[in-house]
């Protein structure tokens, strides 16, 4: 049977999400969820939504755009939003990314960039961070075929940020789109979003499915120069946001004082989580996102994982061949108890 399928998506390894335990109690903290309940704001939004179920949702979600635009200094035709920003990022791929032309990504970063390449038949060049997770002068190099960049910021799994001047140097020099992909900066202290007015070629993409706890409605969006956003609307499907997802994360947006509260028991966590896996004898990498990096050079880490595992408390091992270390443990921001947990297990396996 898998003769009829395309030559390029037989050989392609393919993106693996984190795992995603259904049942029991455990501990998660691998996949970089918000570990709040979303705001109780959605409640009211969702039931209305859901006695909407029979008819089309808005195909441009122009709610959202609205409450998005309001929150973010942006007016809404600069706006669109996906199911996902994995959605986006697909969207984006096909529309700027044909076959045998290139896309570039930082290495190591997050790995579906070179997935949606490779199902474009596509070229996906993957340029080395320096050792402070910082950008070479390579990733500003244009080269033939260069149709689109993007740049996780803070990026995973390092949680580091490339500063807003060496974006705007950046998105100079290159003579092509880039793709600035927000997903986590919301816990950064600054962001591009005011970079896309005044630099056209900037595109930025941000999820709900960390800082504001909706992994599991599938809701993002993107901003981007309105002659781009009527492209894009080219390439996505109809109907790309159910009526759910949209009236829940316009909720969420607007609920502006949930979103200050979380955001500020996560940061205070996060250095928390930093500090004691110091302690620990990790070398933890300064995050600006809801997870640390953290390796070790006295002992592999993998067995930590796996012990970890095993008492149902998931964090996520990474291996990175062209880096190093070659590999180390991401693990996302919990509550104050889930760490107390994580910690006090680590200290039993140390």
Request: with cysteine; aromatic share 10%.
């Amino acid at each position: 049977m898998k003769d009829f399928v395309r030559k390029i998506v037989r050989e392609m390894p393919g993106y693996v999400p984190g795992e995603q335990p259904q049942a029991g109690k455990f501990i998660k903290l691998n996949t970089n969820e918000c570990p709040y309940p979303p705001s109780e704001a959605i409640w009211e939004a969702a039931r209305a939504a859901i006695s909407v179920l029979n008819r089309y949702p808005d195909p441009m979600a122009g709610r959202f755009r609205r409450a998005a635009g309001e929150v973010l200094g942006v007016a809404p035709e600069w706006i669109m939003a996906g199911n996902g920003s994995d959605d986006l990022l697909t969207i984006l791929t096909r529309t700027f990314v044909g076959e045998n032309e290139t896309l570039r990504l930082p290495y190591p970063s997050y790995i579906l960039y070179k997935s949606l390449a490779q199902i474009q038949g596509a070229k996906s060049e993957e340029v080395l961070f320096d050792e402070n997770w910082q950008l070479t002068a390579d990733f500003a190099q244009n080269t033939p075929g260069l149709k689109l960049v993007y740049l996780p910021n803070p990026n995973s799994p390092s949680g580091t940020v490339i500063s807003r001047e060496e974006i705007i140097r950046l998105a100079s020099k290159l003579a092509c789109p880039l793709v600035v992909d927000e997903a986590y900066a919301d816990f950064a202290p600054s962001n591009c979003v005011d970079l896309v007015e005044k630099h056209p070629k900037i595109i930025v993409s941000r999820t709900f499915s960390k800082s504001y706890a909706l992994a599991g409605v599938r809701f993002g969006f993107l901003v981007a120069h309105p002659n781009f956003v009527s492209e894009f609307v080219k390439v996505k499907d109809s109907y790309n946001c159910d009526a759910l997802s949209i009236a829940v994360a316009t909720a969420a947006t607007q609920d502006r004082r949930w979103f200050q509260e979380t955001r500020a028991k996560i940061l205070k966590t996060r250095a928390f989580m930093e500090a004691e896996l110091r302690k620990l004898g990790f070398q933890v990498t300064p995050s600006e996102a809801n997870f640390v990096w953290c390796t070790r050079e006295d002992r592999p880490v993998k067995p930590i994982y796996e012990t970890l595992k095993a008492k149902n408390i998931f964090v996520r091992y990474m291996v990175y061949d062209r880096w190093s270390p070659k590999d180390g443990l991401r693990i996302s921001v919990g509550t104050d108890a889930e760490i107390a947990v994580l910690l006090e297990e680590m200290k039993n396996v140390l």
